[in-house]
């Protein structure tokens, strides 16, 4: 199946600071999507971006699909910003929908 | 607003016992999965549909069944529960054409003890 890495694996920022996490793909992919879990667990959708760049307040995505990447960008970052952030990645193939996740980066934004 | 929801938010069962866990949706979504995520492992595919009456195994079946009689509901079944099904599970929705975004439930915290 396709293969789906996400790094830095653990972030720790103070607050206020810029951060870049990536996700590498092994596959064409149809879907791509990135979600922050809170520490209540909750998933939150944040990008659905399959190619090109995406900016919602602090937060923007870029996916380059032809190199098979995609980067979260995370500017003035809050305390509010910690937890985990997940990409995943749906196949380029007819009638499958199914997403992969990486295994998440975790972030810990300090006061 | 159109949503998807699951029940129970917490559950604690014996060894042995069946289970059944719901997740309901209301953005008429033809597909639908169930994922388990573990310490270690991320977010695993248990189950998913892609229509009514249309079911498939994931990555991790084993033990987990599914069945799909209306677009809204994909409740996920274990058997005879294990203590290795401990775990939270997540059930989720997206659209077949177009912008096939998925939206996640808010999880459901199974405990076998």
């Known amino acids: 199946g396709i293969q789906v890495e996400q790094s830095p694996p653990d972030l720790i920022l103070q607050e206020g600071a810029n951060s870049t996490l990536r996700c590498n793909f092994s596959d064409s992919v149809n879907n791509l999507q990135w979600f922050h879990q809170n520490p209540w667990g909750q998933l939150i959708n944040l990008f659905y971006i399959p190619s090109g760049t995406k900016q919602n307040g602090r937060l923007s995505a870029t996916t380059v699909a032809t190199e098979r990447y995609s980067l979260l960008y995370i500017s003035s970052s809050q305390t509010t910003d910690s937890g985990v952030y997940f990409c995943a990645v749906e196949l380029r193939r007819a009638n499958d929908y199914k997403l992969s996740f990486g295994a998440g980066t975790t972030v810990t934004v300090r006061a | 607003d159109a949503e998807i929801t699951q029940s129970p938010r917490h559950k604690i069962i014996e060894t042995g016992r069946q289970v059944t866990l719901a997740c309901h949706q209301t953005?008429?979504?033809?597909?639908m999965f169930w994922y388990r995520q573990d310490l270690g492992h991320g977010l695993r595919l248990i189950h998913y549909?892609?229509?009514?009456?249309?079911?498939n195994k994931g990555e991790v079946s084993d033990g987990y069944s599914v069945s799909r009689s209306n677009t809204e509901d994909l409740p996920l079944t274990l058997e005879s529960a294990a203590s290795s099904q401990t775990s939270v599970y997540f059930c989720?929705?997206?659209?077949?054409?177009?912008?096939?975004?998925?939206?996640f439930g808010q999880g459901t915290r199974l405990t076998v003890v």
């Open positions: 989720a929705s997206s659209e077949s054409l177009g912008n096939t975004e998925a939206f």
């Open positions: 953005w008429n979504h033809n597909n």
């Open positions: 549909s892609y229509g009514v009456h249309d079911t």
